[in-house]
Antibody
Framework: EVQLVESGGDLVQPGGSLRLSCTGS????????MSWVRQAPGKGLEWVSA????????YYADSVKGRSTISRDNSKNTLHLQMNSLRAEDTAIYYC??????????????????WGQGTLVTVSS | DIQMTQSPSSLSASVGDRITLTCRAS??????LAWFQQKPGKAPKSLIY???NLQSGVPSKFSGSGSGTDFTLTIGGLQPEDFATYYC?????????FGGGTKVEIK
């Protein structure tokens, strides 16, 4: 069974940093592009970032570009999202998801399946 | 960015009803369109990809259609477990974007 499990969510002060992690199992992690998608409380879904299977290609939403870094450790089947200079508007549940991508763009642009259970990030003083 | 507009934003329906949800893209996205179902407190679940392809394990009462800018998700024979929020998502060009969702409630 393909499974994704996120961790690392926490309460952090504005301007602080946080590192989210997502561990995958049940599939060949190194062959799979991965993404982070977030959902603010009571709101819709917003794509955050994507990374190719090798880690060589990365993409970011404008809302987090310059403040966040996506990375992966294929030896540990783990995906990360380092978030810096956090703002109140970053408060959300962060989901990791496996990307079923188009051939172009290193397979990073596609639909998402499956999703992890999510980890909550709260930015507040 | 491509804007995805879903309508209606909410609808009330009865068990056994057949309903159709609509998703419109602000520009041509070919068939690069996916649909997701999300229940309260749960992660989204993939239903449809490439506009009309059923994700493995999803019951055939779900069907998708459309291409270009206009898409629909039809759910036949609503059951209690189908009451949820449904999102569409385009993956034609970066950034991938989602519609605002349609909440399907019990009448």
């Amino acid at each position: 069974e393909v499974q994704l499990v996120e961790s690392g969510g926490d309460l952090v002060q504005p301007g602080g940093s946080l590192r989210l992690s997502c561990t995958g199992s049940g599939f060949t992690f190194s062959n799979s592009a991965m993404s982070w998608v977030r959902q603010a409380p009571g709101k819709g879904l917003e794509w955050v970032s994507a990374i190719s299977g090798s880690g060589a290609s990365t993409y970011y939403a404008d809302s987090v570009k310059g403040r966040s870094t996506i990375s992966r450790d294929n030896s540990k089947n783990t995906l990360h999202l380092q978030m810096n200079s956090l703002r109140a508007e970053d408060t959300a549940i962060y989901y990791c998801a496996k990307v079923h991508g188009r051939v172009a763009l290193a397979g990073t642009l596609g639909w998402f399946d499956p999703w992890g259970q999510g980890t909550l990030v709260t930015v507040s003083s | 960015d491509i804007q995805m507009t879903q309508s209606p934003s909410s609808l009330s329906a009865s068990v056994g009803d057949r309903i159709t949800l609509t998703c419109r893209a602000s520009q041509d996205i070919s068939n690069y369109l996916a649909w997701f179902q999300q229940k309260p407190g749960k992660a989204p679940k993939s239903l449809i990809y490439a506009a009309s392809n059923l994700q493995s394990g999803v019951p055939s009462k779900f069907s998708g259609s459309g291409s270009g800018t206009d898409f629909t998700l039809t759910i036949g024979g609503l059951q209690p477990e189908d009451f949820a929020t449904y999102y569409c998502q385009q993956y034609s060009i970066y950034p991938p974007t989602f519609g605002g969702g349609t909440k399907v409630e019990i009448k």
